[in-house]
């Protein structure tokens, strides 16, 4: 639309959520610099499937998760194509569509 109300999609159908991207000894390993850097080399990659609108590294989760939110549906779906199954870092990935619910929020001290 004009003002940009009416054309805002409901987060699930944007954001990809993307498992295996580390282990928690990586993040651990990375210091305070991980969930930035792990960030932006996301980010670098998304881009290329269309406009990203915000990566979100959790660096406590023992999934490895980050999530990618893109501002349109086609390359959110494009990016779980290519990345389901690819291996990075030495892991397969997990690549899905955010169910609108989870939170993938975990803080050290529940590890």
Not at 46 to 55: F, M, P, S, Y
Request: aromatic share 10%; hydrophobic share 45%; net charge negative.
């Amino acid at each position: 639309g004009w003002y940009g109300f009416d054309d805002v999609l409901p987060p699930e159908k944007v954001t990809v959520v993307l498992k295996q991207m580390f282990t928690p000894e990586e993040a651990a390993a990375g210091g305070a610099a991980f969930a930035s850097e792990l960030e932006a080399d996301v980010l670098a990659e998304a881009t290329k499937l269309g406009l990203v609108e915000k990566v979100r590294v959790y660096a406590a989760n023992p999934d490895g998760v980050v999530t990618v939110k893109f501002k349109q549906e086609e390359p959110a779906q494009a990016c779980v194509a290519k990345m389901n199954g690819r291996f990075f870092g030495g892991n397969q990935l997990i690549a899905h569509m955010w169910d609108g619910l989870t939170n993938y929020h975990v803080s050290w001290g529940e590890l």
